[in-house]
């Protein structure tokens, strides 16, 4: 077994235990919307930068299907963007919050560098890591936003019943 295996091995295990012991109880709506929503467009805009030559996955699963990593397009990055909106510090300022974004984004960026140096489970042909971080940046924030307003959508109905059964 090749390092590359060890680690889509071992990123498995991990993404599963985060999401079992990093998500709040209280918080798991918003973890699983925010799960959900990051595969979808991880996996549209995944397809787009392969098919563009801008990456490659030299070691990855389903070879012969698909062209894009399965594991960090439909677990590690949606079980990262799970914990980030889970833990979201809501109420805090302006500058925190922004604080919050650039570590999660830094932190992921560094460890896909770090990964494309060292392993071939990534390979950069027309890309670089400040395409990283703007990329993931904006689909944070985009994920951000998708799960308040959803979640905003999803709270009035019980609102609206509370309210009716205490008046009617």
Known sequence: ?????????????????????LVPKDRVRIAHTAFLFKQMITWFFGLIVVELG????????LASVNRTSLTYEFLAYPTICAVF?????????????????????????VTEVLIEKNTRLIAYLHW????????????????????????????????????CGENG
Do not use: D, H
């Open 1 to 21: 077994m090749t390092l590359e295996w060890v680690i889509l091995g071992a990123v498995w295990v991990l993404s599963l235990a985060i999401l079992v012991f």
């Open 54 to 61: 801008m990456l490659e996955y030299p070691v990855r699963e």
């Open 85 to 109: 909106n889970a833990r979201y510090p809501t109420g805090r300022g302006l500058l925190f919050q922004l604080c919050y974004f650039g570590i999660y984004c830094t932190a992921m960026t």
């Open 128 to 163: 670089s890591w400040y395409w990283t971080w703007c990329t993931l940046f904006l689909t944070f924030l985009g994920s951000r936003l998708f799960c308040v307003w959803f979640l905003k959508k999803r709270r009035e109905p019980a609102k609206l019943q509370e309210n």
